[in-house]
């Protein structure tokens, strides 16, 4: 049976490791200089060589030949390399966690070597040893045996506690760059005797994300397709990648002008939903899809701030020259906003009935959200203000004059008690309305629980919120659909309990289109100042003590 390229090609020296001259460079010097420490950090991302280089570096430590070091000739090179060396043990941490498992270690230390020169032991993902066991382990890598190297490998060095932290040398290991990657692909078929397009090894780079073996294993894949040549078709076919020329077409919509006349027809929308159902019509992954424009997205953003394309150094000239007319094109408001939608929707993206459907909210919001918004970024939350009172319209008739001697005590304390009012509930209203900015996130989660994403992310599309007594108003811009989703009963009668609970008081919601959320006048007065709003004192006295009647002027 055929070996396994990521096996066949692992790294058995220095020279082959990809992309961590950092790391490398100083190991080398150390060996020369005989300042090898007697225990080791490597972390880093999956896939970049954190094992590889503690195999090569046990080598290293017990070649018989001090010129190449390792030579991968002598025996005890070969020993390690067939897997069959006794002074080297490989622990794989998440399966060998336990105290007792490090009990164990501990007691083999003390024993000299069989064969080799050094004793090495190398924990693969270290960070999974229970808090025991890496107490049990402190004292061995503190005060090791001199005969005795440790390497310890983890993705994930947050989690290894500080007492064991300080007593490794940490070496970092970075995640591969594009071109490294693709140029050792290269090399690879080369050595196989297969083909393989240039654009083809450059997509399998870019899909690997900084890991080698993750990109080797796709080649691999590869190679059992069944062509002659390895080509861009293949290996999107293989991804579930769209081709780069309908990215670029989907990310062109974002810079087609939009209708300014209410309830016209946007084709540019029509057409990218019409996109996006085609692609899952064909079986292509929308998960991709969605990382790839966001990937698009993200270069036509570093051509906007960067002012050239030296940051993209990993993409096709084309594919660079098309972000760079885009950047020109589309505002870059709109593209840091297209950047967070389509990134959440790539989150939210999962199997169901419609799973299309965050990432067709994503496109809706971005494109409409456009048209309403021309300076700033979107906010994370919606903009907002108190609402103020709208002022009551004056009496059309004046009571009638109090004779001298009439007690004017009521109408006067009545007067103050009504500003009174009317001043709490602004304050009221302001405070509501400072609490509901402050906790808008919170808002949307609460939303995703009890209704879900559509719900959420159409709440996203909110322009702007007011507050007064006890109603909400919540202004959607021009994005009907947002607005429609909210708006329906049962949808609106949840959200208006969440308000009620965060805001401790009842709420009335209205949904409404444009950028500015109005109240009516007596929800802008509030409830303390309507309930305040009785019978004038001294009109009742008028009426009950001299008889006056109450006429309209407007009649």
């Known amino acids: 049976m055929a070996q396994a390229l990521y096996r066949k090609w692992r790294s058995r020296t220095f020279e082959e ?25 490597f972390s880093g991302p999956r896939g970049t060589g954190k094992t590889s280089t503690a195999r090569i570096l046990a080598k290293a430590l017990n070649c018989a030949d001090e010129e190449s070091r390792p030579c991968n000739t002598c ?27 490090v009990r164990e270690l501990r007691e083999k230390v003390g024993f000299r070597p069989s064969e080799a020169r050094y004793k090495v032991y190398i924990i693969d993902e270290v960070h999974m040893l229970s808090a025991s066991a890496f107490n049990a382990l402190l004292k061995t890598l503190e005060e090791p045996p001199p005969y005795a190297r440790f390497v310890l490998a983890t993705t994930e060095p947050h989690r290894i506690p500080a007492t064991v932290l300080s007593r490794c040398q940490r070496f970092d290991f970075r995640r591969i760059h594009v071109a490294e990657i693709a140029a050792h692909l290269a090399h690879i078929a080369a050595e196989e005797g297969f083909q393989a397009e240039e654009a083809a090894l450059h997509a399998i780079a870019r899909s690997a994300q900084g890991c080698m073996r993750d990109a080797i294993s796709l080649l691999d894949q590869m190679t059992s397709y069944g062509a002659e040549t390895i ?28 209708p300014t006349v209410a309830g016209q027809t946007n084709n540019a929308i029509a ?41 993209l150094d990993d993409r096709a000239p084309e594919t660079v020259q098309k972000m760079k007319l885009q950047a020109e094109q589309i505002p870059a408001p709109d593209v840091l906003r297209a950047i967070k939608q ?38 994370e939350q919606p903009s907002s203000r108190p609402a103020t009172s709208t002022p009551a319209p004056q009496a059309a008739h004046s009571p009638p004059a109090a004779p001298a001697s009439t007690d004017r005590s009521a109408a006067q304390s009545s007067a103050p008690d009504s ?13 509501a309305t400072q609490r509901m900015r402050t ?84 929800a802008g007065r509030g409830r303390q ?17 001299l008889g006056a009647k109450v006429t309209d002027r407007r009649q």
């Open 342 to 379: 389509f990134s959440q929707a790539m989150q939210e993206l999962k199997g169901g009935h419609q799973p299309q459907l965050p990432l067709e909210l994503a496109l809706v919001e971005v494109m409409q959200g456009a048209q309403a918004q021309e300076a700033a970024p979107v906010p």
């Open 439 to 522: 906790r808008w996130t919170e808002f949307l989660e609460i939303v995703r629980n009890r209704c879900g994403p559509k719900e959420q992310a159409s709440l996203r599309s909110v322009r702007d919120f007011a507050i007064g007594g006890d109603s909400v108003a919540l202004a959607f811009g021009n994005n009907q659909f947002a607005q429609g989703v909210i708006s329906e009963t049962r949808t609106k009668d949840i959200i208006a309990g969440i308000l009620a609970e965060m805001l401790d008081q009842q709420v009335v919601l209205t949904c409404q289109s444009g950028d500015t959320a109005t109240l009516s006048a007596a």
């Open 271 to 311: 057409e990218s939903l019409q996109l996006i159902h085609e692609l899952l019509l064909q079986g292509a992954s929308l998960h991709e899809f969605a990382g790839q424009v966001v990937e698009h997205l993200r270069g036509v953003m570093l051509v906007q701030m960067a002012g050239d394309s030296s940051l």
């Open 231 to 258: 080509n861009l078709e293949q290996v999107q076919q293989v991804l579930g990648s769209v081709a780069s020329g309908a990215v670029s077409a989907f990310v062109d919509g974002l810079a087609t002008p939009r």
């Open 419 to 431: 500003k009174k009012s009317a001043a709490d509930a602004r304050i009221e209203n302001a405070d």
């Open 529 to 545: 100042e309507t309930q305040a709003s009785g019978p004038d004192p001294l009109i009742e006295f008028a009426v009950k003590e």
């Open 75 to 101: 025996a005890r090179c070969v020993a390690i390399n067939e897997g069959r060396m006794l002074d080297l043990t490989e622990i794989d941490a998440a399966s060998n966690n336990s105290v007792d498992d």
């Open 17 to 41: 490791v990809v992309g961590q001259e950092h790391v490398t460079t100083t190991l080398r010097n150390a060996l020369r200089d005989g300042r090898v420490a007697h225990a080791y950090l």
